[in-house]
Structure formats: C-alpha cells, structure tokens
C-alpha cells in the first residue's frame, strides 16, 4: 500500500504544477488583454477629441497666472526626487507583472506613452536638470499677482460713467431741426490761390467758390449737433451783369427760407473780403487761417440786436482762437455806394460775414469755418440753456 500511495503522489505532483501553471497563464492573459483594451480604449479616446479643444482652453494664459510654487509643487508631486522623497518599493506581484508587461503599472503615463508615441516625452538623465527646471519656473513666474484690492478698484474706474456734463455734451443736438441758414449774395467770390488765374480781377469762379466755405461751416455745425440749411443759389447767372442787385436777389432767398422753415434762429450770409493777404490771414499755433470780420448793416433801424449777435460770435471765436476774430464792423449805406442793410432787416440774428480775402486759400477759409462753428455752437447752446424752462423741485 505505501509504495501504491508513493507512486500515486508521485504522478499526480507534475499534473497539479500544470494545472496551477495554466491557471496563472489564463489569468496572466486575461490581465493582458484588459490592459490592452484599457489602453487601446484611451488611446481611441484621445485621437477622437477635437482639435479645437486645444484652442479653447487658453493653457498659456492660466499657466502663466499660477505661482512659482505652483509649479514647483506639481513637480515635486511628480518627482519624488527633488523632494527629497523616496519611491516606495512595490509588492513581489507588482514587481512581477512591470517586467513582464515592460512598463509600470502605477504610471497611467507610462501606458499612453506605450500605445501613442506622441505622449512620449524627454526625461531627464539626472537630478540636477530637473532641479534646474524647478528654477526657472519659479524664476519665470516670480512676478506676483496684484491684490484685490487694487484690480477691483481698476475694475470700479472702468465701469464709472463719465462725468454728467460730458454726457450732456455729448448729447447736445437739435434732433433734425435746421436752426441757422448760410447763403452767400456774391456766391461766386473765390480765393485765387485756388484759382487757375491768379489776377485779382479773376477771383471769381462758378464752381470754386465761397458756397464751399458755407457747406463745410454747416457740416461742422451738424457735427456739433446743430442742423444747418445751406443755399447755393448762383445769382450771378439770375442778374446777368446786374450785380448791384445781389442783396434784392438774395433777399427773396431768406424770406422763402424763413416761410418754409420756422425753426431758424441764425441766418449767415457769407462773403470774403478783397483785402491783401497780410490784412486778412491769422497765424494760431502755427497755423494759417483766414481771419474773420461781423459786419453789420446799420441802415436797419433795429441793427442794434444784429450787432448784439455778432458781439457773441466774436468774443467767443476770440476765446478759443484769439485773434481769429478781426472784430464788428458797421456799415451805411455811404451816400448809396453800399446798400447798408444787407437782408438784416429780415431776422435780429442776421449778419454777414466775412472769411478771409481773395488771397487766402480754401483750406484757410475751411479752418476758419470750423472755429466759426465752434462760436455759434456756444452761443447756440448758452441761449439754449437760458430759455429752456426750470427743471420741477422735488417734493
């Protein structure tokens, strides 16, 4: 019976070694094949994620928000070795299967890096290049963040409106009213400097002409939120040499106008001088302009409030652009070789006016209509402001 027993054990020992053998196999290859596919899976994952992933989360910028210590602690979190921590050794199982499967099964990077070379990066040969990268990342992002306080108060400094007198500023307009009206009675007075011929005689012309200077002066009067109606009526062509008729002609213009449109209160007719250049040009900052003359007709019995106007036009073009403004000057009608009145009977706020001389150029005369523009805008809005009814006290 014993040598039967030993015979028996002896045959049935390499039968158990097989079976725990294929036992160990299959579990070996279950695990490897779990493996593959988890690793397969991330890697089928990460090729389907798109592209624009990658642009919309701007990793540049939030990395450059964090600290220097930040960076310092994902890397020792990382890298044990610059720490000053030691790995913990693995079990015998673990130590088993990293040397059978080539790689560690506690690094997810390592399983990435095996399927996807593109994961696989550089690592560094020794521990004083990685503390050298610690360093600069602390180097790079030693710039420190401003306080709260101080971006909150940036913030508040952003949002304030601007003060209410720079909104009403910006608010000020007629809403669509034309409220002043430009004609010119001598329409085809010119600057000769623009002119093909230069001759004093010739400083006339039907298309370069004093109209220019009107469209621009009521251009930058709607850019100051006045509307501005301008005529451009030829009344030379309508007279046909009768030109001491001009101010007759043009007179029917500003009473058709006024029909039309009751909502004028400033009427300019303007004109150029034919003064020499010296007499008719101002220098501001360097600058040429063509200087500007009120001329009011006293012939009207009630030139008086005419002049008043001119006096504010002046002293207001003289604030801002002093000198620009030659001054008022009053006309008769100088025993009938002037006609004295020049329409001003018509409106109190009529006047004429004089921009520059036949030697000034276009462009002088375009300054002048925008430091013009500026005064009547002031005046405008000043008689604006004291008639507009009081605002209602509170209870």
């Known amino acids: 019976m014993i040598k039967k027993r030993r015979h028996q054990w002896r045959f049935s020992r390499p039968r158990t070694w097989n079976i725990r053998m294929a036992m160990f196999t299959r579990q070996q290859l279950l695990f490897g094949f779990c493996l593959t596919f988890a690793v397969a899976l991330t890697g089928l994952m990460v090729a389907g994620m798109p592209r624009s992933m990658s642009a919309q989360v701007p990793l540049q910028e939030m990395a450059a928000k964090l600290p220097g210590d930040t960076y310092a602690s994902f890397l020792q979190e990382e890298l044990p070795r610059i720490s000053g921590q030691q790995e913990q050794r693995g079990s015998w199982a673990g130590t088993f299967l990293a040397q059978l499967t080539q790689m560690r099964l506690d690094d997810p990077k390592a399983w990435l890096e095996s399927e996807l070379p593109g994961f696989r990066g550089q690592e560094s040969s020794s521990e004083e290049p990685l503390r050298e990268q610690v360093d600069v990342v602390r180097a790079l992002t030693s710039t420190e963040a401003p306080p709260p306080e101080a971006v909150v108060a940036a913030w508040k400094n952003e949002q304030e409106e601007p003060p209410a007198s720079e909104r009403a500023k910006e608010a000020l307009t007629t809403g669509g009213k ?178 520059g001389g036949h030697e000034n150029t276009l462009e002088e005369a375009y300054r002048s209509a925008a430091a013009l523009a500026d005064a009547l805008a002031a005046v405008y809005w000043q008689a604006e402001a004291v008639s507009a009814p009081a605002a209602p006290k509170g209870n």
């Open 178 to 355: 034309k409220v002043v009206f430009i004609y010119h009675t001598h329409n085809r007075e010119a600057y000769i400097r623009d002119l093909k011929d230069k001759s004093k005689a010739r400083a006339y012309d039907a298309k370069t002409n004093i109209t220019l200077v009107g469209k621009r002066l009521a251009a930058e009067l709607d850019k100051r939120g006045i509307g501005a109606e301008v005529s451009t009526k030829d009344y030379w062509s309508e007279l046909k040499g009768k030109y001491h008729l001009s101010y007759a002609a043009s007179r029917k213009t500003v009473q058709a106008a006024i029909a039309q449109n009751r909502d004028i209160q400033y009427i300019l007719d303007i004109h150029r001088d034919a003064l020499p250049r010296e007499k008719t040009t101002r220098k501001i900052n360097g600058v040429d302009y063509a200087a500007i003359v009120f001329v009011v007709g006293q012939a009207n019995k009630n030139w008086k409030q005419n002049e008043q106007f001119a006096k504010q036009l002046h002293e207001e073009l003289n604030k801002k652009y002093p000198g620009l403004s030659k001054g008022v000057t009053g006309k008769n009608t100088e025993g009938g070789r002037s006609n004295g009145e020049y329409n001003q009977s018509v409106h109190p706020n009529s006047i004429l006016v004089e921009i």
